[in-house]
């Protein structure tokens, strides 16, 4: 293939042209909200303050110090998670969180949790290499 | 690229300067960080690790991204022919940089986050960088003569330049509720731009190893080729659409898993393209091994293999599923940024000093042991970081799993050869580094 200026404009151009109009129908077809549970409380603001992602993990995403905590809601419970919240533990140091920061933090971890499953035992393998859940 | 006028050279150093001690630092906040993956608690009062991750990723950053607009900068008047636009925009660039980055170090040690995966700090600082970006477009555009006939790396400077801007302007969206309060939205475009600004400074730093490449061959079409070309639209292809690898396992439309697996694909011909030239990789490596700079660019060749083969891999749902959340993608990521991106950077500088400095004949055997200890390093870093993994994805899958706490005691063995391999790759790295800071300071300059 000769790359003359015009085929380089072009071919510039076409994946400029697909990467706006796939960028834009991304945000405006954001996943619904009965799969990406809205979130309406601070909590999601209090996780980024106290910077919980730099240990913990969301989907699979974030630092590897600490659990992944997207289920963390369900299978763990309130009273469970509130307790390492009031303490910390040996890694992670007591953020001295206000009684109205660690309700907001469990608001957002309930929400997450409805979102979805995180846990990669729960994904089947297509024999394309695809996952669905 | 030859020697630079006095005043290039003047613009190059303080670049350089700034970036080399960003990476030193960036090493000595890594090595905090391991210490406290074997020694749960370390410093955990002052500085516990929510503050020592991003003050590690920042500064590493920070280095690569101000590294790699210096070498921007220097090298565009050699390219076009033409003076620098405006030297005093490149220099405002910079101190916006130098506030950013001490600004953003003292929120981090104050307890203050963007509270953002990966390169986060308070949306204020964003606004900074931002406006520094644009004097760097401003000044980069202003600088070229023409639009028409402009060699790869034209192209793929102007791609990072303005990719840079639009996926870090898109980082930002989650102030805006719209975005912020849609759980699962927010991660996809959070990850989108992520993937994609990793792409942008990439192509900056391609460019000019492109650039230092035609100088070592000799070859100068080469960034005129058909295809250079056909790569540099491949890498573009990625850099837009391949971003999906990171998300496949969130509740999104199974279409962002579909192009994405599809398009990470592509990279294929680029690993087939360095498989199928490794001969002749082999025979001018014996021919230019003198170079240090060429040694260095070699071991960012080597890391290319062996970051994009890792990246292909993981790129297949099924099998990242397993990889995914593991210390698979930090090795994925540690090899790119000082395996390639570090060492083609370190490259440049050491061709330019040795061009425009008296010549750096009486560092050659600390910076070349440097260069061999901090890849044998890198390579047993990698690898444990891989062995970890590997251990953490079999916990993640086992019927009956062990808690937490007890499956990282069992990866302690992987973290201790991180740590040391980490430390002792900081060491091959400060080899190369320092002398390449004594020498820019105290250059003589040769014109």
Request: net charge positive.
């Amino acid at each position: 293939m000769e790359f003359n200026e015009k085929n380089k404009i072009l071919t510039a151009g076409i994946l400029l042209l697909t990467f706006t109009v796939y960028s834009f129908h991304l945000y405006s077809s954001l996943p619904r909200q009965n799969l990406a549970k809205a979130d309406d409380s601070n909590g999601k603001l209090v996780w980024q303050d106290k910077n919980c992602i730099s240990c913990h993990q969301i989907y699979g995403l974030g630092g590897y110090l600490g659990p992944d905590l997207t289920n963390v809601y369900s299978t763990k419970g309130p009273e469970y998670i509130k307790a390492f919240l009031k303490t910390g533990t040996v890694v992670m140091p007591n953020f001295k969180l206000s009684d109205k920061e660690i309700q907001e933090l469990l608001g957002y971890l309930k929400n997450i949790d409805q979102t979805g499953k995180a846990d990669p035992r729960t994904f089947t393998i297509s024999y394309n290499g695809t996952i669905k859940q | 690229m030859g020697p630079l006028s006095n005043k290039e050279h003047k613009l190059f150093k303080a670049y350089l300067l700034t970036a080399l001690m960003l990476l030193v630092l960036g090493l000595s906040w890594g090595i905090i960080g391991s210490l406290q993956y074997i020694s749960p608690g370390l410093l955990k009062q002052h500085f516990s690790f929510e503050k020592i991750r991003p003050l590690h990723v920042s500064s590493v950053l920070f280095w690569i991204i101000i590294a790699s607009v210096g070498m921007v900068l220097t090298y565009l008047p050699s390219v076009t022919g033409k003076k620098l636009y405006s030297f005093k925009l490149a220099y405002i660039h910079l101190l916006v940089f130098i506030i950013s980055t001490l600004g953003i170090y003292f929120a981090y040690i104050s307890g203050n986050f963007g509270g953002r995966e990966y390169w986060e700090f308070p949306p204020f600082f964003a606004v900074l960088i931002i406006a520094g970006w644009i004097l760097f477009l401003i000044n980069f555009i202003s600088s070229l003569s023409s639009f028409r006939n402009q060699p790869v790396y034209i192209w793929m400077w102007m791609t990072g330049i303005i990719f840079f801007l639009f996926t870090y302007l898109e980082s930002y969206l989650w102030v805006i509720p719209y975005f912020r309060k849609n759980l699962i939205g927010d991660l996809l475009i959070q990850w989108k731009s992520n993937g994609s600004m990793v792409g942008s400074w990439n192509m900056l730093i391609y460019g000019s190893s492109i650039i230092l490449m035609e100088k070592i061959s000799g070859n100068k079409e080469t960034g005129q080729s058909s295809i250079a070309f056909i790569l540099y639209f491949t890498g573009l292809f990625n850099l837009m659409f391949n971003w999906g690898h990171h998300i496949y396992t969130l509740p999104t439309a199974p279409y962002v898993q579909y192009i994405s697996y599809a398009v990470s694909m592509t990279e294929l011909f680029i690993i087939g393209r360095i498989i199928f030239n490794w001969k002749k990789t082999l025979d001018t490596a014996q021919k230019n091994l003198h170079i240090l700079s060429y040694r260095l660019l070699l071991s960012a060749d080597i890391w290319v293999f062996l970051t994009l083969a890792l990246a292909i891999l993981m790129s297949i749902p099924g099998i990242n599923v397993y990889t995914h959340g593991t210390h698979i993608t930090v090795a994925h990521t540690m090899g790119a940024t000082i395996g390639i991106n570090s060492f083609i950077l370190l490259a440049t500088i050491t061709d330019n000093t040795e061009d425009n400095c008296s010549n750096l004949l009486h560092y050659h055997k600390i910076i070349n042991k440097g260069i061999w200890i901090s890849n044998i390093s890198l390579l047993v870093f990698w690898c444990s970081l891989i062995g970890a993994g590997i251990k953490k994805a079999i916990w993640q899958t086992a019927e009956v799993q062990n808690s937490f706490s007890m499956m990282m005691q069992e990866l302690k063995p992987y973290f201790i050869v991180f740590m040391a391999a980490g430390i002792s790759l900081a060491i091959g790295l400060f080899c190369i580094i320092f002398p390449l800071m004594k020498m820019k300071i105290s250059c003589i300059f040769k014109k």
